[in-house]
């Protein structure tokens, strides 16, 4: 029961960056949660990989969460795009 909640809390942290995402990237449906999860799971892990290996000092925490959120905006963009594009295509 522990491994679900954790997976839980994991998964709605991506939801919630996604979401918060959503508000900067224009055009995106925030209903769209296929979207706001992947572009979070991929921010997340790209960004937080990112803030690793730039390993900001403790003073500046937020830093890397700052970081992580730009690489969720940028993901989402270029996902939205690329669905976009798919679309039109068809």
């Known amino acids: 029961m522990a491994l679900i909640w954790r997976i839980v809390s994991i998964v709605s942290v991506w939801l919630l960056f996604g979401l918060a995402a959503s508000f900067f990237v224009k055009n995106v449906d925030?209903?769209?949660?296929?979207?706001?999860?992947?572009?979070?799971?991929?921010?997340?892990?790209?960004?937080?990989?990112?803030?690793?290996?730039?390993?900001?000092?403790?003073?500046?925490?937020?830093l890397r969460q700052l970081i992580i959120f730009g690489v969720v905006i940028l993901t989402m963009h270029t996902l939205h795009n690329i669905f976009k594009w798919r679309k039109y295509k068809k």
């Open 30 to 62: 925030r209903r769209d949660y296929l979207l706001l999860i992947v572009s979070g799971l991929i921010g997340g892990v790209v960004g937080g990989g990112l803030g690793n290996i730039i390993n900001p000092p403790d003073n500046i925490w937020w």
